[in-house]
Each structure stands twice: as C-alpha cells, then as structure tokens.
C-alpha cells in the first residue's frame, strides 16, 4: 500500500483547508486509514480516523466539530476536512493506513498503523 497525502500550505486562521490522501496498490487491505500531525517540537498526535468502508469515524477531542475526515470509494482517497483553523493547528500532517483489523481503542495509536505516507505541512497565521 503506497498513500499520498497533499493539500497543505499557508491559511490564515479560522479558514478552511481540504487535505487528501490517496491510497493505491493492495487497497483492498486496508481496514482504516488516519491522520495525524506533529506540530514544531511536539510528539506527532492522532487527529482522525475512518474504516475504510467510511461507515465509522473517530476524532481527537481538539479537533471534534472542527475537523472532518472522509472517504471517497472510487477514489481510494480520504480526505480531512480542516474548518476554523487556529494557529495551534500548524503541523506537519501524515496520513496512516492499517490492513490489521483494528482496535477502537488503540486507533489513537501510531503502533496501529502499518502503512504512512509523506507529510503535508499547514501553516496557520494568526
């Protein structure tokens, strides 16, 4: 499984940004794919992730309401939806996908995924 992620660049804050995720290869595999990011200096954290028949969706608290993250079939792409950015949202993002069946509970996890792709850095001025 190979994934590409695309979509970032420079917003200003409270805008909205669309990134996206293309999968190809053994898709078939996959189970779930996620986002996450890792901002200057920090650890990378979990932001969202979706099963990959797009029936289930899963969000960190920080970004519940704000963030959407979903899945295009025809595609194979997934996309997070990123409304009222705040500064705080500036992060390198990396999309993640996993062809183990998953555990809700450790979807949080970046050990839960098998497959990442290159990160897509967003920049939010205040």
């Known amino acids: 499984v190979q994934l590409q992620a695309c979509g970032g660049g420079l917003v200003q804050a409270w805008v909205s940004r669309r990134l996206s995720c293309t999968a190809s290869?053994?898709?078939?595999?996959?189970?779930?794919t996620a986002w996450f990011r890792q901002a200057p200096g920090r650890e990378r954290e979990w932001v969202a992730t979706i099963s990959w028949s797009g029936g289930s969706t899963y969000y960190e608290d920080s970004v519940k309401g704000r963030f959407t993250i979903s899945r295009t079939s025809f595609e194979n792409t997934v996309y997070l939806q990123m409304d009222s950015l705040k500064p705080a949202d500036t992060a390198v993002y990396y999309c993640?996908?996993?062809?183990?069946?998953?555990?809700?509970?450790?979807?949080?996890?970046?050990?839960?995924?098998?497959?990442w792709g290159q990160g897509t850095l967003v920049t939010v001025s205040s």
């Open positions: 993640a996908a996993t062809t183990d069946p998953y555990n809700i509970l450790s979807l949080h996890e970046g050990s839960s995924y098998n497959y």
């Open positions: 290869g053994r898709t078939f595999s996959i189970y779930a």
